[in-house]
Structures are given as structure tokens and as C-alpha cells.
């Protein structure tokens, strides 16, 4: 079936550098993706979003990359600083109601 | 205060019990939602209610039923539980069914012994 994943389960950086998070989708239908971040013993929270028909968006020191002609999509952040440090998802719709999530990637930010 | 809340925050519990989690949501959103996180971290929605009415219903075991009073309210009840329901569940809500930018409760930690 169809599926959203990562590329690497863990990814270690520097504090100050910057981070880029990747994801891949297999579903040519989907039309709109979501970041969220989970701290340790918390819920997931939302960073940001993008829709189908835009190639970027920018938020505060992040910024969602999407390219739709090889199905990945990618969440930077910049000067990553240890309250970063956190579970990262990357999520996609394909109409409906429903939220597809990948399966995470750890980000730990070395002091 | 807290935007979508879900007690209690730690449930352990014996095979075969009963027992319900609760989940309230002040934010005024017409959807909310159940999900399942194992210990990989994967999140699998669960359910999910709008205005009171199920729209999403995957494929989980019925001893797993959920009920929701009123729009801001989503409970689960998991009847006879069973080692593999040990997981974090995650209420969230959003501001209508598309399912979008859903805000997420800070989860109920089971552990069925």
C-alpha cells in the first residue's frame, strides 16, 4: 500500500548548524504534508505545512521543501539549537480525512 | 490553559481488564481523533468523530470502542486487554474533518501487564 517514509532514522548535528530532515511519499495523490515535532513524553506538534501546488514554504528559522516529481519532501531548520532536538514526522493527505504518518526521524543536537 | 487534554496520563493495568481513556478539547474544533504510537514511534490513526459522528474507523480490534458525548469530548474504551494494546494513545482535534493541521494531546501511557 501506499506509504510515507524516511530516510534516516537519526541524525546527529552540531549545535548552531543547520538541519535538513527528508521524507519520501509514494502516493502520487497526496496533496498536502505536515511537520510535526514530538519532545520526549509530549504529543506531537505542528511546525509546518505545505499544500500540492506550492514548491516551498517558510516559517520561523524552518522552511518545508517539496518536489513532487520525485515524491520527497524535506524540513530545514536553521542554526539548530537544543530545544530541537526531538522526533520529527513528516505526514501526507491524499483527500480524505485522514493524516498518513511516516515513521520518524530522531534529531539530536550535539552541544 | 491546555488545548486538547486526555487523562489519565499513565494507565497500567492486568490482561483482561476494561478500562477507558478521556479526552477534552477547548479549542471549538468540530473533529477529534484517536491515534496509537508503538514503541518504533509509529503513529496509526485510530478513529476519528466529527460533530459526534465516526468518519474514520481503521482496522482495530472491537474490544476498542470509542464514544463521543458531545464535539469536545472523544473517549476510548478497550474491553479485555491484551499485552499488544501496551502503547501511547494520542487524542488530537482539528478544526474541521479534512484532517489537516491537528493539534495533538499530550498522550496516555498503557502498559496492560
Known amino acids: 500500500g501506499e506509504s510515507v517514509g524516511l530516510h534516516l532514522p537519526t541524525l546527529s548535528v552540531q549545535e548552531g548548524d543547520n538541519s535538513i530532515i527528508n521524507c519520501a511519499y509514494s502516493n502520487s495523490a497526496s496533496d498536502y504534508f505536515i511537520w510535526y515535532k514530538q519532545e520526549s513524553g509530549k504529543g506531537p506538534q505542528f511546525i509546518i505545512d505545505i499544500r500540492s501546488n506550492m514548491d516551498k514554504r517558510q516559517g520561523q528559522r524552518v522552511t518545508v521543501l517539496l518536489n513532487k516529481t520525485v515524491k520527497h519532501l524535506s524540513l530545514q531548520i536553521a542554526a539548530t539549537q537544543p530545544g530541537d532536538s526531538a522526533v520529527y514526522f513528516c505526514a501526507e493527505k491524499a483527500g480524505g480525512n485522514k493524516l498518513t504518518f511516516g515513521t520518524g526521524t530522531q534529531l539530536k543536537v550535539e552541544l | 490553559d491546555t488545548a486538547v487534554s486526555q487523562t489519565p496520563k499513565y494507565l497500567v493495568t492486568q490482561m483482561g481488564n476494561d478500562k477507558s481513556i478521556k479526552c477534552e478539547q477547548n479549542l471549538g474544533h468540530d473533529t477529534m481523533y484517536w491515534y496509537k504510537q508503538d514503541s518504533k514511534k509509529f503513529l496509526k490513526i485510530m478513529f476519528s468523530y466529527n460533530n459526534k459522528e465516526l468518519i474514520i474507523n481503521e482496522t482495530v480490534p472491537n474490544r476498542f470502542s470509542p464514544k463521543s458525548p458531545d464535539k469536545a469530548h472523544l473517549n476510548l474504551h478497550i474491553n479485555s486487554l491484551e499485552l499488544g494494546d501496551s502503547a501511547v494513545y494520542f487524542c488530537?482535534?482539528?478544526?474541521?474533518?479534512?484532517?489537516?493541521?491537528?493539534?495533538f494531546g499530550p498522550g496516555t501511557r498503557l502498559l496492560v501487564l
Open positions: 488530537a482535534s482539528s478544526q474541521e474533518a479534512g484532517g489537516e493541521t491537528q493539534y
